[in-house]
């Protein structure tokens, strides 16, 4: 089965900074990897699909990038309102909804 | 709008059953798989199954195999999850996903309901 990890596991980032997530996938997925958002107490938000398309509506500070096993999200000039966990998914292969372990952007 | 509510959730002693809906509203239900992922309490996102949009196909994680059913009506534009044989590790919030490119099993996920709560405890 595929597994997906995430680095880092959080980190600490000042408004303006430029944050970047990795996701590594244990087999190559293609680029059949999405990026998601998601707040305290709130559903999950999909940021980026097909590794490096934009999401309608979400902001172009964020960005993705990769193919194969290992990916980026990218976030230009963080936003207050980025503060938030960060989850990759893989839908190559079984299980089809795999999901990162997540990282977590709190303020310095 | 396009939405997805969940309900069905609550309070469930180990060893017993629930069942869990999601309607939707706002798109062309039938024309979607749609899947189920959970949260624990302060923990990650877990795949939980999925259904093709026309009930053809359906997967489990393997940590739900065998206990857990996932159907769908589109008749009645709602997704179902009958949950057997529940267990603590079972407890999260349970959330529906509708996939975001017709007809494809397994993609993103564009739409998400707001969760439902289950716990199991006795």
């Known amino acids: 089965a595929i597994q997906l990890t995430q680095s880092p596991s959080s980190l600490s980032a000042s408004v303006g900074d430029r944050v970047t997530i990795t996701c590594r996938a244990s087999?190559?997925?293609?680029?059949?990897l999405a990026w998601y958002q998601q707040k305290p107490g709130k559903a999950p938000k999909l940021l980026i699909y097909?590794?490096?398309s934009l999401e309608s509506g979400v902001p172009s500070r964020f960005s993705g990038s990769g193919s194969g096993t290992d990916f980026t999200l990218t976030i230009s000039s963080l936003q207050p309102e980025d503060f938030a966990t960060y989850y990759c998914?893989?839908?190559?292969?079984?299980?089809?909804?795999?999901f990162g372990p997540g990282t977590k952007v709190d303020i310095k | 709008q396009v939405q997805l509510v969940e309900s069905g959730g609550g309070v469930v002693q180990p060893g017993r059953s629930l069942r869990l809906s999601c309607a939707a509203s706002g798109f062309t239900f039938s024309s979607y798989g749609m899947h189920w992922v959970r949260q624990a309490p302060g923990k990650g996102l877990e795949w939980v199954a999925v259904i093709s949009y026309d009930g053809s196909n359906k997967y489990y994680a393997d940590s739900v195999k065998g206990r857990f059913t996932i159907s769908r009506d589109n008749s009645k534009n709602t997704l179902y999850l009958q949950m057997n044989s529940l267990r603590a590790e079972d407890t999260a919030v349970y959330y529906c996903?509708?996939?975001?490119?017709?007809?494809?099993?397994?993609?993103?996920?564009?739409?998400w309901g707001q969760g439902t709560m289950v716990t199991v405890s006795s």
């Open positions: 996903a509708k996939v975001s490119v017709a007809t494809i099993t397994s993609y993103a996920f564009d739409i």
């Open positions: 087999q190559g997925i293609s680029s059949a």
């Open positions: 097909d590794a490096s």
């Open positions: 998914q893989q839908f190559n292969s079984y299980p089809l909804g795999t």
